[in-house]
């Protein structure tokens, strides 16, 4: 135990279990609706953190991610709508999909300068935007795209522990990957990428697999999204949830492990219980992330750092 | 069905409505030239040149004086980008410089949710349009709406200034000399960080210039500049960042693939035909349309 508690992904891994397990007894105490609240927040903390690991760790800025997200949903949501075909088969379906565009498109244009990456998956983001709402026979467009609930009600209280449990095994498959030699491969990258080639790594494979890596997380978050939310729009794909994964990260701290997880549910949860203003809550979180980004880049994550430390006793 | 006047007239569309493509791009290049970075709101300040033009139209000016609610426009979205680049883009200098690139694109990325969630609080999702009392013109034989001639003519006049400020001007010389090294020029004696505020307002004013000239045919709404903008992106791709001829040869020919496209294959996917052609050209010529150096990193 001490042995394992004192390297980085044993404690992070033990903080996570304990932070799960305490998670676990919610439902003794919170409504319903705070179930959903809580179930559509683990979503976005798969999002974030996915994203996180290519734009904070990697560095390179992917303006895609709820794209991806809309593949694996529409992948699964659209399988069973025109074939009945169930969402075992669905959901990786949307995965392999999502892994497959993130992989085509890094291959693409992973090999240029990194501002490259964000002006080409912008590009592809509105083009699946478009291509969602035009093609309506096929896609059902704004009508909306009715897909099966994964347990048979859409009560959320079994989905609340589905997406504990899912966020539970990536944050932990994300922190070995973060602690593994491809993890300082993508922190090379990011700190002085000519260098890192200079010392031998394929900054290109490794970027174009870690974009493939996000894209098939944010496919399968979409996927069981999907299977909870049980109506499909292209609204899904609308740039402001881009910019909501974005500032959530922000806002916890970019490039750090702990950042988009204390920053999403925050958002999530004042994004939830703002909607009454409306398109103004947008304006007042906009407007938050200036201020921070104007006087700080760290975010909550940084007033973190020191306690944590302290925690597990090392100075 | 391919009849020669069909060819012709969609020629002479894409390359019309390609011109105004490529006056975003420009905007967006050009911004990216002097300041290294990327205005990923560029679509919002469209969105306010827009709906100035609509405002000026419908309640100060009348249709018949568009033309000078366009100027007044593009020089309103100018000054709304110095106030911009003064407030939120020059503090970029006081970060360190490994994370400016990140602060630009988190804080143009917060501007371009602020003033869309601004314009749908106050306007609503309503779509307005400002109208136009251009007759249809003749170009030839074929019949154009007036409103996208008057829009082709005057985004060729701003390119036509826009290049001759460039190359003649004292002003236009400081603005390449910045582009090609920033310490150099202040060596110079030129002050950069003014330098870049007048590129960040002439970079949006070309963002807002295009929204007004096209407010009449694409409407006026709170997320009506992502559809250009994102051609805009496209253009930068498929032409090379920091191009400026690269910006208007490839929003001709974004301009023309996207016409055809809708003519003669399916209207619904006008949208998608520009990033089909910027994958076609990744997979031909991954150095772009000009080999760009130094493209690849």
Same mark, same amino acid.
């Given at each position: 135990m001490s042995a394992f508690a004192s390297t980085g992904f044993g404690r992070s891994a033990i903080t996570i279990l304990v932070a799960a397990a305490v998670l676990l007894l919610l439902p003794l105490v919170a409504s319903s609706f705070v179930l959903h609240v809580a179930t559509i927040g683990f979503y976005y903390v798969i999002l974030a953190a996915s994203w996180n690991l290519l734009a904070g760790y990697t560095g390179q800025f992917s303006l895609a991610h709820h794209a991806f997200a809309a593949v694996g949903a529409y992948t699964s949501g659209?399988?069973?709508?025109?074939?009945g075909i169930s969402f075992w088969i669905g959901i990786p379906a949307g995965v392999l999909l999502s892994a497959a565009m993130g992989f085509v498109l890094g291959r693409l244009v992973l090999k240029m300068r990194a501002i490259y990456l964000a002006i080409a998956t912008w590009a592809f983001a509105e083009t699946v935007h478009v291509y969602l709402t035009a093609d309506y026979q096929f896609t059902r467009g704004e009508l909306g795209l009715s897909v099966k609930p994964l347990f048979g009600s859409v009560d959320p209280l079994k989905y609340y522990f589905l997406f504990l449990g899912l966020t539970v095994v990536l944050l932990i498959g994300m922190r070995a990957l973060i602690d593994s030699p491809l993890g300082y491969f993508m922190r090379a990258i990011k700190d002085d990428e000519l260098r890192a080639k200079s010392l031998g790594i394929d900054t290109t494979k490794v970027k174009v697999a870690i974009f493939s890596l996000s894209s098939a997380i944010a496919g399968l978050a979409g996927g069981f999204y999907a299977h909870y939310t049980v109506l499909l729009s292209p609204q899904m794909i609308d740039f402001s949830e881009m910019a909501k994964i974005v500032i959530m990260v922000v806002i916890g701290g970019f490039g750090t492990f702990l950042g988009p997880i204390i920053g999403a549910a925050p958002v999530q949860v004042v994004m939830t219980y703002l909607q009454s203003w409306g398109e103004w809550n947008l304006a007042v979180f906009a407007l938050i992330v200036i201020v921070l980004m104007r006087f700080s880049m760290e975010g909550i994550a940084a007033v973190f750092t020191p306690l944590w430390r302290r925690m597990w006793r090392d100075g | 069905m391919f009849s020669t006047e069909l060819v012709a007239q969609t020629a002479i569309s894409g390359v019309m409505i390609g +011109?105004?493509?490529?006056?975003?791009?420009?905007?967006?290049?050009?911004?990216?030239?002097?300041?290294?970075?990327?205005n990923w709101a560029m679509g919002e300040f469209y969105m306010i040149g827009s709906y100035l033009q609509?405002?000026?139209?419908?309640?100060?000016?009348?249709?018949?004086?568009?033309?000078?609610?366009?100027?007044?426009s593009t020089a309103g979205v100018f000054l709304l980008g110095l106030v911009v680049q003064w407030g939120l883009i020059k503090p970029i200098f006081k970060k360190p410089p490994e994370m400016r690139d990140d602060y630009a694109t988190v804080v143009t990325l917060a501007l371009l949710l602020f003033l869309r969630s601004i314009a749908t609080g106050l306007a609503g999702p309503n779509q307005f349009t400002p109208g136009s009392t251009l %007759?249809?013109?003749?170009?030839? %034989?074929? %019949?154009?709406?007036?409103?996208? +001639?008057?829009?082709f003519v005057f985004a060729l006049a701003a390119l036509g200034i826009f290049w001759a400020v460039l190359r003649y001007t004292w002003y236009g010389l400081a603005l390449r000399a910045a582009s090609q090294s920033r310490v150099g020029v202040q060596t110079a004696g030129i002050d950069v960080l003014s330098v870049d505020r007048v590129a960040f307002g002439i970079g949006v004013a070309l963002a807002g210039l295009a929204g007004a000239l096209l407010a009449p045919v694409f409407l006026v709404f709170p997320t009506n500049g992502m559809i250009t903008t994102v051609k805009g992106f496209e253009i930068v791709v498929i032409g090379g960042l920091?191009?400026? %001829?690269?910006?208007?040869?490839?929003?001709?020919?974004?301009?023309?693939?996207?016409?055809?496209?809708a003519a003669f294959i399916d209207s619904a996917y006008q949208n998608i035909y520009g990033f089909l052609l910027v994958l076609a050209i990744l997979v031909l010529r991954p150095t772009g349309l000009f080999g760009e150096r130094g493209r690849e990193a």
């Open positions: 659209l399988l069973g709508y025109h074939w | +011109v105004l493509y490529a006056l975003m791009a420009l905007g967006i290049t050009f911004i990216y030239s002097i300041m290294r970075m990327i609509f405002m000026l139209v419908a309640w100060v000016l009348g249709p018949d004086l568009w033309w000078l609610a366009i100027l007044i %007759p249809i013109m003749m170009i030839g %034989p074929m %019949p154009m709406a007036g409103a996208r +001639v008057a829009a920091g191009s400026i %001829p690269g910006a208007l040869i490839a929003g001709i020919l974004l301009g023309l693939i996207e016409s055809f496209g």
